[in-house]
């Protein structure tokens, strides 16, 4: 099953080359449909014999019968072949200048009148034994043709009976005149002789279609890649933009309370004033209550003279224009003053 599938993979794929580059005398393996009669006029009296040729053997099967169509399992995976009667096919050794290479189908397409005694659409062409001689600047070829008439008669004859040929060979003389060598031609009929271009420019329109999409996704593509490499750059950075925020984070609590302490040294050190506050009073001097509130402070208290404490705070490094905030009144004993007082407390 294998061997037999290598077989029609390599037949189909044979069958694919352009018609102006299959070489004469090519012997694969194929189903011969060999017609009889004269090189002229054979095509109207259908005659001949299927031929199978495997590994260069050939072995008749069956008489052509144009009533029936062939079995789908008479020949599997092999391509089918023409044989022309002797004559039908001719042969040209040509000679043109090396710069035909260039474009050799249409350079050929454009001689073939001038080449043999048809043009270029009444003929199936090919060409074989392409040689290049650079010394000369020529290029030498021998160049095989067919009545494309006669081709194509057999060709509708044949898909009657669901046979579609793929080449066609015969015996042919090397030069129109007699004389010359005897060979085989081949002519492929995958591709027509007079566009033996086709398939070549099939294949470079579709890769300048290809090319185009390239062109038109390129950008699209560049960008994805650029933000794909973005992704990864942030999130190879993202662990230390982390520690980063963190430490901003510290930072800011820390010149908060920096600034939370400066604000409060500002209003005044609590324990200082109340240390000054104790130095500066006289004996026989307490407090009840005691408040400082952004450099304001107020106290209540008993003293033995407090007329006296205006004067002794005033005299007090830090505390300015101390004040009482309530009429000074008498213990009930009357050995002592009540007093309520208010001191700024200096920066």
Request: aromatic share 6%; proline share 5%; glycine share 8%.
């Amino acid at each position: 099953m294998l061997a037999e599938f290598a077989l029609w993979w390599v037949s189909q794929m044979r069958s694919l080359a352009p018609g102006f580059l299959a070489p004469s005398g090519r012997r694969e393996d194929a189903l011969i449909i060999a017609f009889d009669g004269p090189a002229i006029g054979f095509e109207k009296q259908l005659s001949g014999t299927l031929v199978l040729r495997r590994e260069g053997r050939e072995s008749g099967l069956r008489a052509l019968d144009l009533t029936r169509p062939l079995p789908s399992g008479l020949a599997p995976h092999l391509a089918t072949g023409l044989r022309l009667p002797r004559g039908a096919m001719l042969c040209h050794d040509v000679v043109l200048p090396l710069a035909a290479a260039r474009d050799l189908p249409a350079v050929l397409g454009f001689e073939m009148d001038r080449l043999t005694p048809f043009s270029a659409d009444e003929v199936y062409w090919s060409v074989s034994g392409l040689t290049f001689d650079r010394a000369r600047a020529k290029l030498n070829l021998t160049l095989s043709i067919v009545l494309r008439a006669q081709v194509d008669a057999l060709r509708a004859a044949l898909a009657r009976i669901n046979v579609v040929p793929s080449f066609v060979e015969a015996d042919i003389q090397v030069g129109f005149k007699a004389g010359s060598r005897a060979e085989t031609g081949r002519i492929s009929l995958a591709t027509p002789g007079r566009q033996p271009g086709q398939r070549l420019r099939r294949s470079l329109s579709v890769l300048c279609g290809v090319l185009a999409l390239a062109c038109l996704a390129t950008p699209f593509l560049r960008q994805q890649i650029a933000l794909d490499a973005a992704t990864q750059d942030i999130a190879a950075a993202l662990p230390a933009a982390n520690r980063a925020q963190a430490l901003r984070q510290q930072l800011t609590a820390a010149a908060q309370g920096r600034t939370a302490i400066a604000q409060a040294r500002h209003a005044g050190d609590a324990l200082q004033v109340l240390a000054t506050l104790t130095a500066a009073l006289p004996d026989g001097t307490w407090l009840s209550d005691l408040t400082l509130k952004s450099g304001d402070l107020t106290f209540d208290g008993q003293s033995s003279n407090a007329a006296q404490l205006i004067t002794l705070l005033s005299a007090v490094p830090g505390l300015r224009a101390p004040s009482f905030t309530a009429p000074v009144t008498r213990t009930a004993d009357g050995k002592a003053d009540l007093f309520s007082m208010h001191v700024t407390v200096a920066e």
